[in-house]
């Protein structure tokens, strides 16, 4: 019996996808996976963007607090963690803003690979996409599927365009 859990480890999704570790490291410098780090109490500041009249853009902080949670990297960030076994990290990803970023006098994050995580949702969204699907949840999702009336039609996880339409007089 498995834990419901918020995220995973590397090992955990590698184990449960059957791929390489090149694999997923190919998939997260790519942008195509985001992976994420936990983290506590760290003095966050999240925001948006904004730009000049000149299309200079600049930051507009909203949301200054201390965060506990998992935090998004950008695809650089996993490039060189993955360069380099290790990095300082003090710019993250969130659904919640624009940007988060450390402040005040706050040291960057050091992560190391081993610190690495994949939020349910990621792993959720990068499967229903690609079709990928561990043994527990059943079934891999079939290679084509579509709706009964082709108003719906799926290739390899992914939604097509356009679907075909069907004329009920020609048939």
Request: include cysteine; charge should be negative; charged fraction near 30%.
């Amino acid at each position: 019996m498995e834990i419901e859990k918020a995220y995973f480890t590397l090992p955990e999704i590698l184990d449960r996808w059957s791929i390489s570790e090149a694999d997923l490291i190919y998939l997260a410098e790519n942008d195509k996976l985001r992976l994420s780090v936990r983290v506590f109490g760290i003095p966050l500041e999240l925001g948006d963007y904004e730009e000049t009249g000149n299309g200079e853009r600049f930051r507009v902080p909203w949301e200054p607090s201390r965060f506990s949670g998992l935090l998004d990297l950008y695809a650089q960030d996993v490039f060189q963690l993955f360069r380099c076994s290790e990095a300082h990290l003090s710019d993250f990803r969130t659904p919640r803003a624009s940007y988060a970023t450390l402040y005040g006098e706050a040291e960057p994050i050091f992560v190391m690979i081993g610190d690495l995580l994949l939020r349910r949702e990621e792993r959720d969204r990068f499967e229903a996409e690609t079709g990928f699907s561990g043994a527990e949840t059943g079934p891999q999702l079939p290679v084509f599927s579509a709706s009964p009336d082709y108003h719906e039609v799926r290739c390899g996880g992914h939604q097509c365009e356009q679907a075909c339409k069907i004329d009920p007089v020609a048939g």
